[in-house]
């Protein structure tokens, strides 16, 4: 018998086990999303750390005068509290970013609502929704991970923070720890970075401005991008005044105020980078990263600013033209044409400033060619610019082809996509019409150490051309042969030993076996032999028989003791050849060698760090005035020093001439692979290397005279220009009697050649010419 089951009853057996289905599948969800939520809460970290968070501040590195010469960090930040933020800028910042701030309790649910429906509309995410609150906890709390459970996370601890701390707090958090663009994280560091002021200084306008940067602080950078800055600004002014925190009167005022880029001075860790590298690894040993990087540590040290910038530039002027005396070696590599625009750009995004700096180079890309002009048109990031014939003089006759594509080997031309480096002799407007010269960015290196004599502060250290390509430190890593500079160290050591300037040695060939059966003949410079000599003459032009044969004459050894009285701390080989300087010292040793004659045969112990605390002031460590070590008679060293006058004022180092008495010597090693100038004032020691890594000859114009004497000139012109004149001031056991140079006697007055020479006390010659000795 069929029974036949009413469909009515069917269809609600049927919407029974689909509602069952569902409120099953409903609960299993909702169970997998609350646990869900539990294990995400198991695993947040705590917001109550965050009560006491201190930023990472920057620490902060001050030369002799207590200017700020240089930063270490991770972050470049100075934290401000919040009750010395202008209100304006709070609410700038709250108007843009966080309009329901005050009212919210970490989320903003009709926000939510609100950026959702713009997005639909506009099919694309337009606006977005988080609080300032989330963004702290983004920030300082979780990672950039782009998944959907971090949103969840920043939510969960946006409520927590909201219950933690005050808004205050949380405005204190923010505006220190955002990225407001150019490298400056916080409010401070922007209003320095962008204005050139503190943050309490700002106007409404500029207020506007750096509240307009969170949402893309590249795109609107009041430094690169002024207009696209200027219709941010004016976003926020409008939403200021739709949250009534400032007039429609104040909005237009602000709008209409001139905008004055004018950054804070930054400090050039360019020129100082090889000094502050040399202290970041004795501060990073002693104090580890986390306190260096992040600690706000204040390192107080010797350098001098002035005489830091003035090393930089003698280095990289001087280095140029060393450089440019062995030609142009071509462009730097040649592009296609498809990869000049990605080019163009990458430079562009190095390039800080709005305009192109006069005196700086920068790497251009050749796009076009003017022939009847004979110009070749440069384009650099975004400008273009002229770079004549006459600018690029120095190169020879440099082709120009109108085509992409290296030239054929051996052609050093110019065409389509030759990337060069450029100086900047006319800047550009709106980003055109600039004026370029060739340049060349060097193969040969340089190094540059300066020492107060009578404190042992180190004042300035250069280490080489580029610390960004090469950060080896050749003024303290580098040892290198000392070629003549080497000389005063043997002379100096001949006078304590009794030998005296008017001491007369034959300058004529001479040979030595050198131990393995054959014969070692020293040769001078020029080749040429100058018969009997006299001390001075044989270092003011720099004989090398001389040396010889003096150093043979004091002893190999005792020249060796000698120098380590100095300072020298390298291995010295006790050799004949060492009069030739065959002692591999760095420039710092022997700069610091030469001191102990500027300071009257004192050696003070080299130093840089004269002080270091911590953010709150506490003194870390703290360099005592170094005590100063007798090393050579005060009459020595006056005598030396009065003989390396002679080198500069008519001998090898003439080009080492200044406005002042000066004294000091060159070094130049065999063929020409290393070139030194290293002499005094008597406040200021200074020593200067030239050469290459990977040592061959400099060439042409390679001697210590042409090379590094042009550089140390520099220098010292500029390094002692706020330094008083003053002389090299001769003992009481000094004097001075008339001699003849020619055969080291005494002289009468009116004798045809006869000179003024200085002796210690006792060491005079006691007879004229033609009377017995």
């Not at 990472?56 to 005068?65: N, R, T």
């Not at 958090?173 to 962008?194: C, D, F």
């Amino acid at each position: 018998m069929n029974t036949k089951i009413p469909a009515q009853q069917c269809n609600k057996g049927f919407l029974s086990g689909v509602l069952l289905f569902v409120v099953t599948l409903g609960v299993v969800a909702l169970l997998g999303i609350t646990g869900y939520v539990f294990y995400l809460l198991a695993k947040l970290p705590r917001v109550d750390r965050l009560a006491d968070y201190k930023p990472p501040i920057v620490s902060q590195v001050f030369g002799d005068d207590g200017s700020l010469v240089g930063e270490f960090y991770l972050e470049r930040r100075i934290v401000v509290p919040v009750n010395q933020i202008p209100r304006k800028l709070i609410q700038a910042f709250v108007a843009a970013e966080d309009a329901s701030f005050y009212q919210h309790k970490g989320i903003d649910y009709f926000g939510i609502v609100r950026a959702a429906v713009k997005n639909v509309i506009s099919m694309r995410k337009k606006e977005g929704a988080s609080t300032i609150t989330q963004q702290v906890t983004k920030s300082m709390l979780l990672t950039s991970e782009k998944k959907f459970s971090r949103k969840i996370k920043e939510a969960i601890l946006a409520k927590r923070l909201e219950e933690k701390l005050s808004k205050d707090e949380i405005l204190y958090l923010y505006l220190n720890q955002i990225y407001l663009g150019a490298g400056a994280y916080g409010v401070q560091m922007a209003a320095e970075t962008y204005f050139g002021k503190n943050v309490n200084q700002l106007n409404l306008a500029e207020i506007a401005m750096l509240a307009g940067l969170p949402k893309a602080p590249n795109t609107y950078s009041p430094i690169k991008h002024l207009e696209k800055a200027r219709e941010r600004q004016a976003y926020v002014l409008d939403r200021m005044v739709k949250e009534a925190y400032i007039t429609p009167v104040e909005a237009d005022h602000a709008k209409k105020t001139v905008i004055s880029i004018h950054p804070m001075k930054k400090v050039n860790s360019q020129q100082s980078a090889f000094y502050l590298e040399h202290l970041r690894i004795q501060l990073e040993e002693k104090y580890g990263e986390e306190q260096l990087y992040k600690g706000g540590l204040k390192i107080y040290t010797t350098m001098s600013a002035e005489m830091q910038r003035a090393a930089y530039d003698s280095i990289r002027t001087g280095l140029k033209a060393v450089d440019k005396r062995q030609g142009f070696r071509g462009p730097v590599k040649y592009l296609k044409e498809t990869d000049v625009e990605a080019f163009c750009s990458k430079v562009e995004d190095g390039i800080d400033q709005a305009a192109l700096v006069t005196g700086e180079s920068y790497q251009g890309v050749v796009v076009g060619f003017n022939p009847e002009k004979g110009e070749a048109h440069v384009r650099v990031g975004d400008r273009t610019g002229v770079l004549s014939r006459k600018n690029m003089s120095w190169a020879g006759k440099v082709g120009m082809i109108n085509s992409y594509g290296k030239p054929e080997k051996g052609v050093k031309a110019l065409s389509l996509g030759s990337v060069i480096d450029i100086l900047v002799v006319t800047p550009d407007v709106n980003k055109a019409g600039a004026q370029f010269a060739l340049d060349q960015t060097p193969d040969v290196q340089a190094a540059l150490v300066a020492i107060d004599p009578r404190s042992g502060g180190v004042k300035a250290m250069v280490g080489g051309y580029d610390f960004r390509k090469s950060q080896f430190n050749r003024a303290i890593q580098a040892k290198r042969n000392a070629g003549s500079a080497f000389k005063p160290i043997i002379y100096a050591a001949a006078l304590e030993k009794g030998l005296t300037t008017a001491t007369v040695i034959n300058d004529a060939e001479v040979e030595y076996p050198d131990g393995t059966g054959k014969i070692w003949k020293p040769k001078n410079y020029d080749n040429t032999f100058r018969g009997p000599v006299t001390m001075r003459e044989a270092l003011t032009y720099s004989i090398n028989i001389v040396s010889v044969k003096i150093m043979e004459q004091i002893g190999v050894a005792y020249t060796v003791d000698f120098a380590k009285k100095l300072g020298f701390t390298s291995k010295i080989e006790p050799n004949l050849a060492l009069a030739l300087g065959a002692a591999s010292v760095s420039p710092f040793e022997l700069t610091g060698a030469y001191a102990v004659f500027a300071n009257k045969g004192m050696l003070v112990p080299s130093f840089f760090i004269t002080k270091v605390t911590d953010t709150d002031g506490t003194v870390l460590q703290e360099t005592p005035p170094p005590v100063a070590v007798p090393a050579v008679s005060p009459e020595v060293s006056y005598v030396i020093t009065n003989l390396m006058q002679s080198v500069v004022m008519s001998g090898t180092g003439h080009r080492a001439t200044i406005n002042r008495p000066v004294a000091g010597k060159t070094g130049t090693t065999n063929e020409a692979k290393d070139a030194w100038f290293v002499g005094f004032v008597p406040q200021l020691a200074a020593g200067v290397w030239v050469g290459y890594d990977q040592e061959r000859s400099l060439g042409s114009g390679g001697t210590g005279g042409q090379a590094a004497a042009p550089i140390w000139a520099e220098f010292m012109q500029k390094a002692s220009a706020s330094l008083p004149v003053e002389d090299f001031q001769a003992p009481e056991n000094v004097s001075f009697v008339l001699i003849n140079p020619r055969t080291g006697r005494l002289a009468r007055e009116g004798t045809p050649g006869a000179v003024m020479e200085c002796f210690i006390k006792g060491s005079e010659p006691n007879s004229y010419d033609g009377e017995g000795r």
